[in-house]
């Protein structure tokens, strides 16, 4: 039986992301984890997260957590979910700056005041809701999955790679912001796969099948 | 291609029942919330809404069971409304599975409870509810109050300025009802959704008053509304969540479908 970790340090709840692995692949062991060994234990690795990443990046430097991460980045399948993608960047500008893991090279930045759309409406921020996924590679994770398929969105930052080669996807909020990164065996996601219905759950099962390798 | 207008139905539950009252009397029962979430779910919903209106404190567990038995098998956003007063209702409604929570009369009796609880759990998952009534007479400018008590208290309060200061203490998004719509099957009160989606940032669902499809449409294209929410036209299988997303499409409405 193989297994996926889901790391908590306490950003946010895990009842979802379970849930759904569980339902996207009853043959795999799900487990909540926060200490070292357990993670670098398990086969595949989703990193979650909501909320701000200060108190991410804090939490993750006090438990130890930012090195562990590291070396899966290096070594098994990561998925990144969220605020967990974010933090898979070199830097963030939330709260006036924040380090981050510095997997993906690259920074996270704000979505611009004063949007519009075509129709000149104010586009709300956060970007909230279901919003299409425009694939820009091929890649196991997205097998299966119609390209523009629409996946749920809340966030108000989002990731920017130096290297756009990296770039998995984009979505338009007017304009097209990366939304899904990948790199060798890291994948990030901007979405909520565990919040995306039939295409989410479809992500995660690939995710679970997944070897590592493009 | 753009961000999808939502279409969210909304579950009123009294001690385990889907119910829905007009004006809050003559109340129906619409069946078992896990069984209709599981439907809405089937028939696209984009988001499911919960609204506990358990009057007995005893009886509150009901509602986490409920959350609990849908978020194992439903995975879209959850949102759970009713009865949140404290930062420890909100803790256990987002373990039972809720990714959002709506805040009514708590935030109206203390405002820094929605600061605390954005800064808490992030803005991401407080939904503030707002309920409205217009107070303005006729010929006079549209004025909007709070009302709690089920919109039979008036608070003084102008809602324009009320949502701002909410998203200003850290609502992720405003749940606006119109008391004066609610149960009537009238449609939305459409200067009021407007008014507030312009006021502010954050997304809008529209609510109360739905009675048909066009309804819903309006919300959108009149109200300005990031997403609307509807609970009878739902419920009693009059239309489903599918035929709703078809009208919205054929007025050149984005959804998902």
């Known amino acids: 039986m193989s297994s996926v970790a889901v790391i908590d340090y306490g950003m946010g709840n895990l009842h979802s992301i379970v849930k759904a692995l569980q339902h996207a692949a009853p043959e795999v062991d799900v487990v909540c984890v926060s200490d070292a060994d357990s993670i670098l234990d398990a086969d595949r690795v989703v990193f979650p997260g909501v909320g701000a990443i200060r108190d991410c990046m804090q939490a993750l430097d006090q438990s130890g957590l930012s090195d562990v991460i590291q070396q899966v980045a290096k070594s098994k399948p990561l998925l990144g979910i969220c605020l967990g993608m974010q933090a898979l960047l070199t830097d963030s500008e939330e709260n006036n700056g924040t380090k981050c893991l510095d997997v993906f090279a690259g920074h996270v930045l704000h979505f611009p005041e004063s949007l519009k759309d075509c129709d000149g409406n104010s586009l709300k921020i956060p970007h909230m809701g279901w919003n299409q996924v425009h694939q820009l590679q091929q890649h196991p994770l997205w097998k299966n999955i119609p390209q523009d398929s629409r996946f749920y969105f809340v966030h108000s930052y989002y990731a920017q790679p130096d290297d756009a080669a990296l770039m998995a996807a984009t979505t338009e909020y007017p304009d097209a912001f990366t939304c899904a990164l990948a790199q060798d065996n890291v994948f990030a996601v901007q979405f909520h796969p565990e919040k995306s219905q039939a295409v989410g759950l479809q992500l995660l099962k690939n995710f679970l099948h997944w070897d590592g390798h493009a | ?257």
């Open chain 2, 1 to 257: 291609m753009s961000l999808a207008k939502r279409i969210i139905p909304c579950l009123d539950v009294d001690n385990g029942r889907v119910v829905k009252g007009v004006k809050f009397v003559d109340i129906r029962d619409a069946g078992d919330p896990v069984e209709i979430a599981r439907r809405y779910d089937r028939e696209g919903a984009d988001e499911i809404t919960f609204l506990d209106i358990t009057a007995t404190h005893d009886n509150r567990d009901t509602i986490v069971h409920v959350v609990e038995q849908v978020a194992s098998e439903v995975f879209i956003p959850l949102t759970v409304g009713g009865g949140i007063r404290t930062l420890e209702d909100i803790r256990r409604m987002l373990n039972a599975g809720a990714d959002k929570v709506g805040i009514n009369s708590a935030a109206v009796f203390n405002p820094d409870f929605v600061r605390e609880a954005a800064e808490r759990f992030g803005s991401q998952c407080i939904v503030v509810a707002i309920d409205a009534k217009k107070v303005s007479l006729a010929g006079e400018p549209n004025r909007w109050e709070i009302f709690t008590h089920g919109g039979r208290k008036p608070t003084g309060i102008d809602a324009i300025e009320w949502a701002k200061k909410m998203v200003d203490y850290g609502a992720g998004e405003i749940l606006l009802t119109s008391m004066d719509r609610d149960g009537t099957r009238e449609g939305f009160d459409l200067p009021l959704t407007r008014a507030i989606s312009e006021a502010v940032a954050v997304p809008v669902i529209a609510s109360g008053g739905v009675g048909c499809l066009d309804h819903l449409a309006d919300g959108v294209i009149e109200g300005k509304a990031d997403a609307v929410l509807a609970a009878s036209i739902f419920h009693f299988a009059e239309y489903t969540i599918e035929q709703a997303k078809q009208q919205m499409a054929s007025r050149g409405i984005e959804v998902r479908l």
